[in-house]
């Protein structure tokens, strides 16, 4: 499904770009944290609240909506003056807050989409949001630091990713598979394909592979209902007894994971640095950006291996994740680490793991929930991804500061050069 790939990777290519160029947004002086809050609060409150009704609108129109406001988004922040030259944070916020929403909005849509093209759909959006971080971060670093184009040009560049968009869902994209839902009234069973033999007889494909007795959901039904059953009526009481069966399976490890990942990329990137002359870089503002090309390659990596690769344990890799960020933050203090080329390996470590509970989950809700529960699922637990990126900024506004200071004081400071 290569059209689910070309939408994983326009979805989310536009966050990356901003997470790239927030040390240029914002400058060294101002926490990188709160261009993640700005990123990712809209984000994330849209993903607690649209799948309740999402499925109301027609998916042409979220897409129109998705295109408009994320080309908007970087445009306004490209437009509005640099803070050297006297331009307003605030001015830059309002945009990023445009293209915070799209990304939201539309990763819990085409999460849910997924559910009506099979499981291999989930490994081309998989690979897509994978893809976006590389492209993203890559675009940024080659256009800035190679190139040397100014930050307003281009993130003006980037303004016109969002058609790609337009022309994957509107002309390559197939859409029988998506009519089988009739009407709005709520989540249904949607059929499974079928074919047809050559005597004309049909059969149906085989769903999802059902769970060993012990691994069972309470909102798998292989009985009558009781009180730990979900009902099959889609009401907001069943959907809210289904969101909280989803949270300690699914949710929490996502949000386990970014919380770790992102406190990394916002708050204790900033301050890994090293004296240029030990490093590949002839200026400190390029660790920052490539600092998130290394993580990029790792989430493309691992997002794209649920085609050859499955881990089942989501904890395991969620709390890996929490102890690169201790070790990372412990260097940030004591300078115990004696390369960069080390730094780089371990941040592109934190890629692997960060994309890895990030598709695991989604195959295993795609396994494990009953099918007329999956788009639903898909879409909600999506929520686990800014909930951790919203604490991951909240804890980076108050840390990336106080690793600074330390440093500073104990003659590494490094950390207050800006020199783009």
Known sequence: MHVLINLGVINNVIYVVILSAALDLVGPDIPKGLVLLADDVPSFMAKLVVPYFIHNVPYWTRVLAFCVLSSGGIITVALTPSISSGGSVAGKLVGIVFGSLSCGVGEATFLA??????????????????????????LYFLFTSVVGLTVKTSLLESSFLPIIMLISFFIILPHEPMHSKTGNSGYRNVPQ????????????????PS????????????????????????????DMALARDLFLPYVLPLILVYVGEYTINQAVAPTLLFPLDQTPFTHYRSFYPFYNLLYQIGVLVARTSIAFVRIRSLYAPSMLQLCNLLLLISHALYNWIPSVWIVF??????????????????????EEVKEEDREFSLGLSSV??????????????????????WQVERGRGWCRIYDG
Request: aromatic share 6%.
């Open 193 to 208: 394909d079928e074919r047809s033999d050559d005597e004309g007889t049909t059969h149906a494909n085989v769903a999802a």
């Open 345 to 366: 390996a371990m941040i592109l470590w934190e890629g692997l793991l960060g994309g890895t509970v990030y598709v695991n989950t989604f195959a295993t809700i795609l």
């Open 384 to 405: 686990g991804t800014s909930a951790g990126i919203c604490i991951a900024a909240s804890l980076g506004i108050l840390i990336e500061p106080r690793l600074c200071e």
């Open 113 to 138: 989409m997924t559910h009506f093209y099979g499981q291999s759909s989930l490994a081309a959006w998989g690979s897509g949001t994978g893809g976006a971080g590389l492209v993203g971060a890559g």
């Open 211 to 238: 769970l060993d007795s012990s691994l069972q959901l309470p909102f798998e039904d292989d009985g009558p209902p009781s009180h730990s059953k979900i009902a099959h009526s889609s009401t907001l009481s069943r």
